[in-house]
Nanobody, 124 residues
Framework: QVQLVESGGGLVQAGGSLRISCAASGRTFTSLAMGWFRQAPGKEREFVAAIIRSGRLTYYASSVKGRFTISRDNAENTVYLEMNSLKPEDTAVYYC?????????????????WGQGTQVTVSS
């Protein structure tokens, strides 16, 4: 069983930056591909970014590409999401997810484990 704990969410003004983190435990971290999803009020959960086990490949939703950066520290069992040039439409609960089966997980169904989420609010 994998436990994922997000942290670092909060309130930020439009144009600002924020970094959120996700600490993983319960399984060898390098056996997990990691991803970030978000869910805004009244909307479905959507893919934001993912990083493969080695950290050598990352991929992003078009809505965040060029503004967000996903990274991982395999020594610290932690994945990060650096968010720059934030917009009010980035406001959502951000969820960390882990996949033990897919090397390049994209859709939410490919992830086995989920964190509890952290709120990110961008004010205009």
């Amino acid at each position: 069983q994998v436990q994922l704990v997000e942290s670092g969410g909060g309130l930020v003004q439009a144009g600002g930056s924020l970094r959120i983190s996700c600490a993983a435990s319960g399984r060898t971290f390098t056996s997990l591909a990691m991803g970030w999803f978000r869910q805004a009020p009244g909307k479905e959960r959507e893919f934001v970014a993912a990083i493969i086990r080695s950290g050598r490949l990352t991929y992003y939703a078009s809505s965040v590409k060029g503004r967000f950066t996903i990274s991982r520290d395999n020594a610290e069992n932690t994945v990060y999401l650096e968010m720059n040039s934030l917009k009010p439409e980035d406001t959502a609960v951000y969820y960390c997810a882990a996949s033990s089966t897919s090397s390049y997980p994209g859709t939410s169904g490919e992830y086995d484990y989920w964190g509890q989420g952290t709120q990110v609010t961008v004010s205009s």
